[in-house]
């Protein structure tokens, strides 16, 4: 089955979605994306797309910023999603990514007065960070952008050249990923993921202006660990002195699940293991993400309906 898009009105092979070379977004960084995941139960023989409306609800947000029409409403945006990945039939755990962008073949640096499209792929994602042994850090010497400079809240493409310096940096001096400061010091986020301390027995991460995305996957963590294990969850401002003393610390997002942190700038994060609050975290989220916890199904969309799983 060839990977299928959903570009320019019409669901297509991906092979066939072509865009020109002149694309604004393609020279400016003027679109915004989001990644989404579809997670496979195989008992069910069902795909379900986790938190797709929060999804398209921060791509109409980015949109907003980078002054897009985004075409569709963020209903329209899941129905067609959904028919997308019913079209390419996975049966296994898969990846969206949709962009709204500015199509204009134009060249000129600004956000109005240029034509914007909406287009969605579906592919495979393989393991991102390895949610099974945890992930070496370092603290980048690149900062995060700032909200006067790129807002970060929205998921903005041009923002990603700040994530892939930082990434970059961090792997070729052989760590697995990069945390990043903002502007004045604090600990911000992964260049893709959100980043949890463990301190004092209570959960800690950034808070909204401390310039990170503000990731869907958090959210999820957070509710999980106030609802499921009655821990107390802090958003404020982290020190980098911090990330040497939590007891544990770990990342989120969508293409990094949970991922346990196990070293930062070559110290042991607690003892060098993942940790208990960790991996309960872990356990309760990949349940619920592939529609094992009835409580959190509302979060859960299926794909496929009835019709298409008997054929
Ligand atoms: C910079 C950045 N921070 C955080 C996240 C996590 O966000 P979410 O959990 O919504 O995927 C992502 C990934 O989307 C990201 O790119």
Redesign the pocket.
Same mark, same amino acid.
């Given at each position: 089955m060839p990977p299928y898009a959903y570009f320019r009105k019409q669901f297509m092979p991906l092979a066939e979605a072509k865009i020109g070379i002149l694309t604004h977004a393609l020279h400016y960084g003027t679109a915004c994306f989001e #990644?989404i995941r579809g997670n496979w139960n195989d008992e069910q023989k069902q795909l379900f797309l986790f938190r797709v409306k929060d999804h398209y609800e921060r791509v109409h947000k980015g949109c907003r910023i980078l002054k897009i029409d985004p075409h569709y409403s963020v209903e329209e945006m899941m129905e067609l999603t959904v028919k997308l990945v019913e079209k390419s039939g996975y049966h296994e755990d898969i990846y969206i990514r949709p962009l709204a962008y500015k199509s204009a073949e134009a060249i000129g640096v600004k956000l109005h007065d240029l034509e914007d499209d909406f287009l969605i792929i579906v592919t495979t994602l393989p393991a991102y960070l390895d949610a099974d042994k945890g992930v070496r850090c370092c603290t980048s010497s690149w900062r995060r952008v700032d909200d006067t400079m790129i807002p970060?809240r929205g998921?903005i493409t041009g923002i990603y050249v700040n994530?892939a310096l930082a990434k970059t940096e961090a792997n070729e001096m052989g760590f697995d990923e990069a945390i990043l400061l903002n502007h004045d010091g604090h600990v911000s $986020? #992964?260049?893709? $993921?959100?980043i949890f301390l463990v301190r004092d027995g209570k959960l800690v991460t950034p808070s909204g202006s401390d310039n @990170?995305?503000m #990731? @869907? %996957?958090?959210d999820a963590v957070i509710q999980l660990a106030r609802n499921e294990l009655g821990l107390e969850v802090v958003e404020r401002s982290i020190d980098r002195s911090e990330l040497y003393l939590a007891e544990e610390a770990f990342f %989120? #997002? %969508?293409?990094a699940h949970v991922t346990p942190i196990v070293e930062v700038d070559r110290r042991d994060v607690g003892n060098g293991e993942i940790g208990k609050i960790t991996k309960e975290l872990q356990r309760l989220y990949f349940d619920v993400i592939k529609g094992q916890n009835p409580k959190y199904l509302h979060w859960c969309t299926p794909a496929y309906s009835k019709l298409v799983q008997a054929k």
């Open positions: #990644g970060a998921k994530s $986020e #992964g260049s893709g $993921e959100n @990170i995305l #990731g @869907i %996957t958090r %989120t #997002g %969508t293409a």
